[in-house]
């Protein structure tokens, strides 16, 4: 195993200073200069020369990459030029956002998805699998942004005045605060958002969790309800699909016949024997769903008016702050290698007859 | 493959010798096709692509719009932004239905609609009664201390000014109060707003008192010692238009003394500005005048044998129309201003008492004590006839120009004069809806397919060639996918864009190269598959050229995975493709594309659901042809998992 994972983190490395070449081209390649879009188009040349400087603009691309790896190695991303401040601090404040949405949509499309292909190959080609599967394949084709606005539209206005009532955008209601639980604890911690409370406090369910807020972790939740639906209903009709697909495939083999015959109670039977073993391809899925949760991710964040790490990327790239555009595609991309890294290693947990080597 | 099982050539059928014979088995495609042909979903799919098809290619004539034609010209006024759909199943309102009525109950002495359309007035007896426009409902009832000879809404809705006995009442509509009372000695029968409600005026049969909205006073009184047959305010307030015995005045609004005189030989029948008051129009006897407005000299005179009256403008300056009509008796006739020529003559077939160009001249009233007609005001065709059985108080046009106001002495309604209808509503820019989502199934189906086809094409060149020649250039091309497949899709889509600039073409590209890899790792893991096949070494050994054995001999056995791959590929393509254009950074306006087409409206999806439901529904149902399609696909090529 650890020989396994040796490799694999050994085979990592030439595609994450891939992934790094490509990041720091792509972010040279975008038209327009940083300068005049950073200060405006009435810049001078000097005041350009002189921020190129600072930024380091005006040294040649190959001395720029070195001193780019190097800051990167060192945990330095730079400093953004449009906000003027680190990309790390800019991190910790959006990369919450996300994580948290993420969280709440992959929860929504696993405690849905699942029992819903659960149901649909237990009652294998009722009316029950035939809208499941229908609803499933309707699901995949639906445009994020549009399940987003439709969503909006139906829970915050068209059932205005009913308990079903949600908030169609933003993260918490105009005006509320959670206390960050590091004041709420009395910790002495500085000001600087740069740290891993800060981090911690930025999730504002956890949050609100850790400081027993509980009306501040209703009203989070509430306005998570929404788009986590909109990002989730894809993974979600993908995990439903899966499960029924690999369920049915298990149910049919020798060893739930034996369980049947030994008396094991159906939900046993199903649950114990059949769904164990089935899981397997869908935890592969779910993996490779938090991939495709990023690009999603920059959509519903537009629709919701949310500022997470999908809305800064969009906002950097058409905006062409360079360093904000590198530091959160690689962290993104980084975070892609990693993810596929552990839903490999935990294939191989989950199933023994797969031996990493 | 063989086809027969050759029999024994000494067969002797009577013995119990047995010859076997397999059917031919057809061939690859053909099977795979019927296995298709077996499953709903996949003919669903079918369907649903055949229709999609079939919109696409005979767009210009399901299409009842040109999607980019904004519709506010011939004959489409009346047409407003956001106007929600009409399914016609459902029953639309066509022209001559009511909209919306209020029925006060008493007799009515005086109506108005107000100036955006949403709310309607009428006063009866003590009260002034308010009705939502759009919906009918009674909203509130202004009591007063006599009877209401007249009432006037201000420009933004938000106030009414009504005069009653000796007073001058306004009301505030958002707090349901009076606001302030003001005397007008002798009683007023005529109250008007200006056009940026600063001022306003009052008016008996022989004064017209001037006030200020700010102060709240008195400007100016002007007396005429003939009868007041016309007061109306220039389009900002500064001037005054009277008319009494056979002098039209102007007034300034400022200090209320006589700006200028135009004299007539003969007592006039009517005075009115034109909408941008460059112009005053006269009717005296048979002569019909045309006065500048700024050196008050006559432009035009138009002799007609019969007696003028109701002499009012049909005018479209945006449209370069500027048209004058006058009723004589039954009839009444436009002239065009600026040959003077006549353009139109319209029997009413009654004494004609009003009459009114609509707001962009595409139509024309004309009213008589019972009957209000409604005329093409190109063509002069009669597009509507309304009959009241109670005598008819006023009619004037809808702002939006959709429909006319009716007042009659026991009811007030709204009834609609075009009979034009919109499947899916009316976008922001005043198009046709449906058209744009008919046009857009075009280019999502183009997007679709030529995306995938690019993808395909170079991920299995790169794919193909990655695996059959093996060793580092494997590593190196496979290393570069991996690297590209490191990054979630739609971002490296948007920088891609951003570096190649937005468009269409450019968003197109950019989803071509960030499905590459999908295809070169299906392409790659299909020639390793059948790279080894003795067919294959077969071939190499007869020194066929690599080209040749690479796509000649194995690319062929490794096609079926690629199909299902590209299938579904072309759904999540144009799923991508609307997200780019939603984004801003594909399809740009006014491209009829559906995901731009949702983009543009997103913000007023609280307002207008139905401009982001219609494109999203498109686009659903086009990706789920291409999924169902897919997945039948896959499960006809592979019949394991065929259940």
């Given at each position: 195993m650890t020989g396994y994972l040796l490799r694999r983190l050994t085979l990592a490395i030439p595609v994450l200073l891939g992934i790094l070449f490509v990041t720091f081209s792509l972010a040279r390649l975008l038209p327009g200069d940083p300068c005049h879009s950073a200060l405006g188009e009435k810049a001078t040349p000097e005041i350009c020369a002189a921020f190129n400087e600072r930024y380091g603009l005006n040294e040649p691309i190959p001395e720029q990459f070195r001193i780019y790896l190097r800051d990167v190695l060192r945990g330095d991303l730079g400093n953004s030029i449009k906000f003027g401040r680190p990309v790390t601090e800019l991190m910790v404040e959006r990369l919450p956002v996300t994580l948290e949405l993420s969280f709440f949509a992959m929860t929504f499309a696993v405690l849905i998805g699942i029992p819903l292909g659960i149901v649909s190959a237990y009652y294998h080609n009722s009316a029950a699998d035939v809208v499941t599967m229908i609803g499933a394949n309707i699901g995949v084709s639906m445009p994020v942004f549009w399940l987003g606005l439709m969503l909006s539209y139906i829970f915050g206005v068209a059932l205005k005045d009913t308990p079903l009532w949600l908030p169609p955008t933003g993260r918490l209601t105009a005006g509320r605060i959670i206390e960050p639980f590091y004041q709420a604890w009395g910790l002495d911690v500085d000001g600087s958002a740069l740290t891993l409370p800060g981090f911690i406090a930025n999730i504002n369910t956890l949050n609100a969790l850790l400081v027993r807020d509980w009306d501040g972790f209703v009203d989070a939740v509430k306005h998570m309800i929404l788009p986590a639906m909109a990002l989730g209903t894809i993974p979600m009709s993908i995990i439903a699909r899966m499960t029924r697909s690999s369920l049915l495939e298990v149910l049919g083999l020798n060893y739930v016949r034996t369980a049947r015959a030994k008396g094991v109670h159906e939900l046993g039977v199903v649950v114990r024997h059949g769904l164990r073993n089935a899981l397997l391809p869908v935890v592969t899925i779910i993996g490779l769903s938090l991939g495709s949760l990023m690009s999603g991710a920059v959509l519903t964040e537009t629709v919701f008016g949310l500022s997470g790490v999908g809305r800064i990327l969009y906002d950097s790239i058409t905006g062409r702050d360079y360093t904000v555009v590198q530091g959160f595609t690689l962290v993104i991309a980084v975070m892609f290698v990693f993810i596929n890294l552990i839903v490999d290693t935990l294939y191989a947990y989950l199933d023994p007859r797969i031996r990493l080597e | 493959m063989h086809s027969t099982e050759p029999a024994s050539s000494n067969l002797d059928l009577a013995a119990a010798d047995v010859a076997i014979i397999t059917k031919p088995p057809k061939s690859l495609w053909r099977e795979t096709i019927e296995r298709l042909l077996r499953k709903p979903s996949a003919l669903v799919g079918l369907g649903l692509l055949g229709f999609l098809v079939t919109i696409a290619i005979f767009a210009p004539f399901i299409?009842?719009?040109?999607?980019?034609?904004?519709?506010?010209?011939v004959p489409e006024e009346g047409v407003a932004k956001r106007d929600a759909p009409c399914i016609h199943l459902l029953g639309c309102p066509g022209a001559g239905d009511v909209l919306v009525k209020g029925v006060p109950g008493e007799p009515v002495a005086a109506a108005a609609l107000s100036s955006t359309n949403s709310l309607m007035a009428a006063a009866h007896g003590k009260t002034i009664s308010v009705w939502n426009a759009s919906n009918g409902k009674l909203l509130m009832s202004l009591e007063h201390d006599g009877p209401v000879t007249a009432l006037d809404w201000s420009p933004n809705d938000q106030k009414i000014l009504a005069a009653s006995g000796e007073e001058l009442y306004i009301w505030d509509i958002n707090r349901r109060a009076l606001s302030r009372t003001l005397e007008h000695e002798g009683g007023a029968s005529l109250v008007r707003w200006n056009a940026d409600g600063t001022r306003f005026l009052s008016a008996d049969e022989h004064t017209v008192r001037l006030w200020d909205t700010l102060a709240w006073t008195l400007v100016a009184a002007i007396e005429s010692p003939d009868p007041l047959l016309a007061v109306q305010w220039n389009q900002n307030g500064t001037l005054v238009l009277t008319a009494s015995g056979s002098e039209a005045k102007l007034w300034n609004a400022f200090v209320g003394t006589e700006v200028a005189t135009l004299a007539h030989d003969v007592p006039l029948t009517s005075a009115s500005f034109n909408r941008s008051t460059n112009r005053i129009l006269t009717t005296s006897g048979d002569k019909l005048y045309i006065w500048n407005a700024s050196t008050f000299q006559r432009e035009l005179t138009i002799d007609h044998v019969g007696t003028l009256a109701n002499g009012t403008w049909s005018e479209a300056i945006s449209r370069g129309i500027q048209n004058v009509m006058a009723s004589d008796g039954d009839t009444a006739y436009v002239w065009r201003v600026t040959t003077g020529e006549q353009v139109l003559a319209l029997e009413h077939g009654e004494p004609i008492v009003q009459m009114g160009g609509s707001p962009l001249a595409t139509r024309i009233f004309t009213r008589s004590e019972h009957t209000v007609k409604v005329w093409d005001a190109k063509s002069g065709d009669r597009v509507l006839t309304i009959e009241r059985d109670a005598p008819i108080l006023q009619v004037t046009w809808q702002s939006s120009g959709g429909g006319v106001f009716v007042a009659t002495s026991d009811e007030i309604s709204v009834v609609k004069t075009s009979d034009y209808q919109y499947l899916m509503g009316i976008d922001g820019n005043l198009r046709d809806q449906f058209s744009r989502v008919v046009f857009g199934a075009r280019l999502s189906l183009i997007v679709g397919l030529t995306t995938v086809t690019l993808a395909v094409i170079i991920g299995t060149i790169s794919g193909a060639v990655a695996g059959y020649v093996g060793g580092w250039v494997d590593n190196v091309i496979m290393r570069i996918m991996d690297v590209m497949l490191a990054f979630p899709p739609l971002i490296l889509a948007i920088a891609v864009v951003t570096v190649l600039g937005p468009g269409l073409i450019n968003a197109l590209l950019a989803i071509s190269v960030v499905f590459i890899p999908a295809y070169a790792r299906v392409a790659r893991s299909g020639v390793l598959a059948v790279k080894e096949e003795d067919f294959v070494t077969a071939d190499r050994v007869l020194g066929v050229s690599h080209a040749r054995i690479l796509f000649r001999r194995i690319m062929p056995n490794a096609l079926a995975p690629l199909i299902v791959q590209a299938t579904l590929g072309i759904g999540t393509a144009i799923l991508d493709a609307a997200a780019l254009s939603f984004l801003g950074l594909g399809a740009q306006p006014p491209t009829p594309e559906w995901g731009a087409m949702l983009g543009a409206e997103r913000n007023q999806v609280f307002t207008a659901p139905h401009l982001v439901f219609y494109p999203g529904i498109a686009i659903m149902i086009t990706v789920l042809a291409f999924n169902l399609l897919g997945d039948g696909l896959r499960d006809a090529l592979d019949p394991r998992l065929d259940r």
């Amino acid at each position: 195993m650890t020989g396994y994972l040796l490799r694999r983190l050994t085979l990592a490395i030439p595609v994450l200073l891939g992934i790094l070449f490509v990041t720091f081209s792509l972010a040279r390649l975008l038209p327009g200069d940083p300068c005049h879009s950073a200060l405006g188009e009435k810049a001078t040349p000097e005041i350009c020369a002189a921020f190129n400087e600072r930024y380091g603009l005006n040294e040649p691309i190959p001395e720029q990459f070195r001193i780019y790896l190097r800051d990167v190695l060192r945990g330095d991303l730079g400093n953004s030029i449009k906000f003027g401040r680190p990309v790390t601090e800019l991190m910790v404040e959006r990369l919450p956002v996300t994580l948290e949405l993420s969280f709440f949509a992959m929860t929504f499309a696993v405690l849905i998805g699942i029992p819903l292909g659960i149901v649909s190959a237990y009652y294998h080609n009722s009316a029950a699998d035939v809208v499941t599967m229908i609803g499933a394949n309707i699901g995949v084709s639906m445009p994020v942004f549009w399940l987003g606005l439709m969503l909006s539209y139906i829970f915050g206005v068209a059932l205005k005045d009913t308990p079903l009532w949600l908030p169609p955008t933003g993260r918490l209601t105009a005006g509320r605060i959670i206390e960050p639980f590091y004041q709420a604890w009395g910790l002495d911690v500085d000001g600087s958002a740069l740290t891993l409370p800060g981090f911690i406090a930025n999730i504002n369910t956890l949050n609100a969790l850790l400081v027993r807020d509980w009306d501040g972790f209703v009203d989070a939740v509430k306005h998570m309800i929404l788009p986590a639906m909109a990002l989730g209903t894809i993974p979600m009709s993908i995990i439903a699909r899966m499960t029924r697909s690999s369920l049915l495939e298990v149910l049919g083999l020798n060893y739930v016949r034996t369980a049947r015959a030994k008396g094991v109670h159906e939900l046993g039977v199903v649950v114990r024997h059949g769904l164990r073993n089935a899981l397997l391809p869908v935890v592969t899925i779910i993996g490779l769903s938090l991939g495709s949760l990023m690009s999603g991710a920059v959509l519903t964040e537009t629709v919701f008016g949310l500022s997470g790490v999908g809305r800064i990327l969009y906002d950097s790239i058409t905006g062409r702050d360079y360093t904000v555009v590198q530091g959160f595609t690689l962290v993104i991309a980084v975070m892609f290698v990693f993810i596929n890294l552990i839903v490999d290693t935990l294939y191989a947990y989950l199933d023994p007859r797969i031996r990493l080597e | 493959m063989h086809s027969t099982e050759p029999a024994s050539s000494n067969l002797d059928l009577a013995a119990a010798d047995v010859a076997i014979i397999t059917k031919p088995p057809k061939s690859l495609w053909r099977e795979t096709i019927e296995r298709l042909l077996r499953k709903p979903s996949a003919l669903v799919g079918l369907g649903l692509l055949g229709f999609l098809v079939t919109i696409a290619i005979f767009a210009p004539f399901i299409a009842t719009h040109d999607p980019l034609a904004v519709l506010l010209d011939v004959p489409e006024e009346g047409v407003a932004k956001r106007d929600a759909p009409c399914i016609h199943l459902l029953g639309c309102p066509g022209a001559g239905d009511v909209l919306v009525k209020g029925v006060p109950g008493e007799p009515v002495a005086a109506a108005a609609l107000s100036s955006t359309n949403s709310l309607m007035a009428a006063a009866h007896g003590k009260t002034i009664s308010v009705w939502n426009a759009s919906n009918g409902k009674l909203l509130m009832s202004l009591e007063h201390d006599g009877p209401v000879t007249a009432l006037d809404w201000s420009p933004n809705d938000q106030k009414i000014l009504a005069a009653s006995g000796e007073e001058l009442y306004i009301w505030d509509i958002n707090r349901r109060a009076l606001s302030r009372t003001l005397e007008h000695e002798g009683g007023a029968s005529l109250v008007r707003w200006n056009a940026d409600g600063t001022r306003f005026l009052s008016a008996d049969e022989h004064t017209v008192r001037l006030w200020d909205t700010l102060a709240w006073t008195l400007v100016a009184a002007i007396e005429s010692p003939d009868p007041l047959l016309a007061v109306q305010w220039n389009q900002n307030g500064t001037l005054v238009l009277t008319a009494s015995g056979s002098e039209a005045k102007l007034w300034n609004a400022f200090v209320g003394t006589e700006v200028a005189t135009l004299a007539h030989d003969v007592p006039l029948t009517s005075a009115s500005f034109n909408r941008s008051t460059n112009r005053i129009l006269t009717t005296s006897g048979d002569k019909l005048y045309i006065w500048n407005a700024s050196t008050f000299q006559r432009e035009l005179t138009i002799d007609h044998v019969g007696t003028l009256a109701n002499g009012t403008w049909s005018e479209a300056i945006s449209r370069g129309i500027q048209n004058v009509m006058a009723s004589d008796g039954d009839t009444a006739y436009v002239w065009r201003v600026t040959t003077g020529e006549q353009v139109l003559a319209l029997e009413h077939g009654e004494p004609i008492v009003q009459m009114g160009g609509s707001p962009l001249a595409t139509r024309i009233f004309t009213r008589s004590e019972h009957t209000v007609k409604v005329w093409d005001a190109k063509s002069g065709d009669r597009v509507l006839t309304i009959e009241r059985d109670a005598p008819i108080l006023q009619v004037t046009w809808q702002s939006s120009g959709g429909g006319v106001f009716v007042a009659t002495s026991d009811e007030i309604s709204v009834v609609k004069t075009s009979d034009y209808q919109y499947l899916m509503g009316i976008d922001g820019n005043l198009r046709d809806q449906f058209s744009r989502v008919v046009f857009g199934a075009r280019l999502s189906l183009i997007v679709g397919l030529t995306t995938v086809t690019l993808a395909v094409i170079i991920g299995t060149i790169s794919g193909a060639v990655a695996g059959y020649v093996g060793g580092w250039v494997d590593n190196v091309i496979m290393r570069i996918m991996d690297v590209m497949l490191a990054f979630p899709p739609l971002i490296l889509a948007i920088a891609v864009v951003t570096v190649l600039g937005p468009g269409l073409i450019n968003a197109l590209l950019a989803i071509s190269v960030v499905f590459i890899p999908a295809y070169a790792r299906v392409a790659r893991s299909g020639v390793l598959a059948v790279k080894e096949e003795d067919f294959v070494t077969a071939d190499r050994v007869l020194g066929v050229s690599h080209a040749r054995i690479l796509f000649r001999r194995i690319m062929p056995n490794a096609l079926a995975p690629l199909i299902v791959q590209a299938t579904l590929g072309i759904g999540t393509a144009i799923l991508d493709a609307a997200a780019l254009s939603f984004l801003g950074l594909g399809a740009q306006p006014p491209t009829p594309e559906w995901g731009a087409m949702l983009g543009a409206e997103r913000n007023q999806v609280f307002t207008a659901p139905h401009l982001v439901f219609y494109p999203g529904i498109a686009i659903m149902i086009t990706v789920l042809a291409f999924n169902l399609l897919g997945d039948g696909l896959r499960d006809a090529l592979d019949p394991r998992l065929d259940r």
